[in-house]
């Protein structure tokens, strides 16, 4: 089957999370003119009731898709500790609280973490485009790093600060976006994105 391509010139991102519109802004704007949001347009948020990454993320494109008419990228993502069963997850955002309180979901990480445990972790990205006729393209980057702690720097976003990232010293956290938009978990999931949907 092949892949749909995105011919439009708006794409509404299904988020509410201003970091988030920012990040993609910055890895799609050569090829979308506007990005309007879904939290700017007044759409729900849906509840996500998916059990990965990739369901939530269909779940979160569709709803928007469908009730805006228009196509939706969704991003669900989240980090994965190895040795808390790769907790938190899907559930990584809600481990901030409705406050959205990630220097408390940051210290519940390290509070979970058996004494003297791996600190092995990994950061996934699960992206969809959804049209309202319900045709959906998800793709997914995933990066494995080590945690940190205590938390450094304030650039990025959620658990940034705690994650250093492979072959690196410095936390996504201590990163110059640019630099975290090359190679993160998202910027991944974003390559191959437009070379399914926009080439």
Request: aromatic share 8%; hydrophobic share 40%; with cysteine.
């Amino acid at each position: 089957m092949t892949n749909r391509k995105f011919t439009g010139d708006t794409l509404i991102i299904a988020t509410h999370n201003k970091g988030k519109v920012k990040e993609i802004a910055a890895l799609l704007g050569d090829h979308v003119a506007h990005f309007p949001t879904a939290g700017e347009l007044g759409l729900p948020e849906p509840e996500e009731t998916g059990l990965t990454f990739r369901e939530n993320a269909e779940l979160k494109a569709l709803a928007a898709a469908k009730a805006a008419g228009k196509p939706a990228l969704a991003d669900d993502s989240g980090m994965a500790v190895a040795a808390l069963d790769g907790a938190p997850g899907i559930y990584s955002a809600r481990w901030a609280g409705p406050e959205k309180d990630f220097a408390a979901a940051m210290a519940r990480v390290e509070r979970e973490l058996p004494p003297g445990a791996p600190r092995d972790a990994s950061f996934i990205c699960a992206l969809t485009i959804a049209w309202p006729d319900g045709h959906v393209e998800t793709v997914q980057g995933e990066v494995h790093g080590q945690l940190v702690n205590p938390p450094r720097g304030d650039r990025g976003f959620g658990y940034d600060p705690i994650f250093v990232q492979d072959g690196y010293t410095v936390t996504y956290g201590e990163m110059e976006p640019h630099e975290k938009h090359a190679i993160s978990h998202r910027a991944q999931a974003f390559r191959q994105l437009v070379e399914r949907c926009f080439r």
